[in-house]
């Protein structure tokens, strides 16, 4: 076979495996599906301020501290009390300083007498309405709704309790509270 | 003799130039030429992305601009969301066709999902991570070895974006923006 003819059998091979090449790459297509999603809001309710409410303190009932802390998600009160009857009266103040509307869904109220330096065991409603000091609190109520930027005050009351006739139980000098609200977004409809 | 000599030596030539004939002639060379032509078509891309009326839930909302095919090759689509509370959620359709003459067969599925907000984004979440991230990407309607037949096959699935209903605390700042690579990838179905 003379070299030109050789020359074309070899362009025209070349020629069929570029076609193949290109054929084989075309028959495999990746689709892609990109998403971007962005979370544009904020949710933030917490404890602005807890303060003494003087005027509603009675007796020899006094503060000794308040404390907020530092992420707003609890603030802390310390009191001391002489005779049955002394209230101290805290008001706290809770803000919504996000952008969803919140609702109170839930409070709980523990109180425990801690006075031997050992927690005892949660106090009944029965046993609360008998022991030396008495928590309470007013103005806030489940279900509660707190608009965006909106501020809601309530009041935790401290009471040496005023039926108390004899001298509390060691065990009884001091009681503690812990009360939990649980905010949650509120959902309309 | 001499006359013989003559005649010998004519038939010799005779012979040698039939037997140069013969061999040119049988030294021909044929040849055999083709032509070959591709007569298919390999198309498989993305036509559509829409809002799918139906699958929107509280206040998210589509960012229109966003939201599209891509132009040049249709080979990707876009979307853009923005959620604002816990269990808002939006679906988007998606269709993909088979223009071509040849049938596809969806190989292979990636659906990778990353936190793209703040200053340095994540690796791809992992399944457990998925749970409990405030923004979740899903998809249905779709699988692998799902076949294309050529010419008039569509298949229309679709992609949810979900503000984690169980979240409960302020997303942190990587975790308010996050992004979804969802890859499809086809070759002609041979079975």
Do not use: C
Not at chain 1, 31 to 55: C, E, F, H, P, Y
Not at chain 2, 61 to 85: I, W, Y
Not at chain 2, 96 to 110: F, Q
Not at chain 2, 114 to 126: A, M, Q, Y
């Amino acid at each position: 076979m003379k070299q030109k003819e050789k020359n074309m059998v070899i362009v025209s091979l070349l020629v069929l495996t570029l076609i193949m090449i290109v054929g084989y790459s075309a028959f495999n297509a990746n689709l892609k599906i990109r998403g971007v999603a962005r979370v544009s809001t904020r949710w933030n309710v917490m404890i602005t301020q807890i303060d003494v409410n003087k005027a509603e303190t009675t007796g020899e009932g006094v503060s000794k501290a308040t404390t907020l802390g530092e992420s707003g998600l609890s603030a802390v009160f310390e009191s001391s009390l002489t005779s049955p009857g002394d209230t101290v009266t805290y008001d706290v103040t809770i803000e919504n300083k996000g952008e969803i509307e919140a609702k109170l869904d839930d409070m709980i109220l523990e109180q425990k007498n801690i006075g031997t330096g050992v927690p005892g065991e949660k106090l009944t409603p029965e046993q609360i309405a008998s022991n030396p000091i008495v928590y309470s609190y007013k103005g806030i109520e489940k279900d509660d709704v707190l608009p965006v930027s909106e501020q809601k005050t309530f009041q935790v009351v401290v009471q040496y309790n005023p039926n108390a006739h004899n001298q509390p139980l060691p065990e009884q000098m001091k009681s503690s509270l812990v009360m939990t609200l649980s905010y949650v977004q509120n959902v309309k409809g | 003799m001499k006359q013989n000599k003559t005649l010998l030596i004519d038939g010799l030539l005779v012979i040698v130039l039939l037997m140069v004939v013969g061999y040119a002639a049988f030294a021909t060379q044929l040849n055999i030429n083709g032509t070959a032509t591709i007569t298919s078509n390999w198309d498989v891309h993305i036509s559509s992305i829409d809002v799918d009326p139906e699958g929107t839930v509280g206040t998210a909302t589509n960012d229109d601009g966003v939201t599209k095919v891509n132009e040049e090759d249709s080979l990707t689509a876009n979307f853009g969301t923005n959620l604002l509370s816990p269990g808002d959620s939006i679906t988007y359709k998606i269709t993909v066709v088979n223009e071509g003459t040849l049938p596809a067969k969806l190989e292979k599925i990636t659906f990778d999902q990353k936190n793209t907000g703040g200053d340095e984004p994540s690796e791809n979440l992992t399944q457990e991570q998925l749970l409990t991230n405030p923004i979740v990407y899903t998809y249905s309607d779709i699988q692998e070895n799902d076949v294309l037949p050529p010419t008039i096959g569509t298949v229309t699935f679709k992609v949810t974006v979900t503000y984690n209903n169980a979240i409960q605390t302020q997303p942190t700042a990587q975790q308010l923006k996050s992004n979804l690579t969802m890859t499809l990838q086809y070759v002609e179905n041979k079975s």
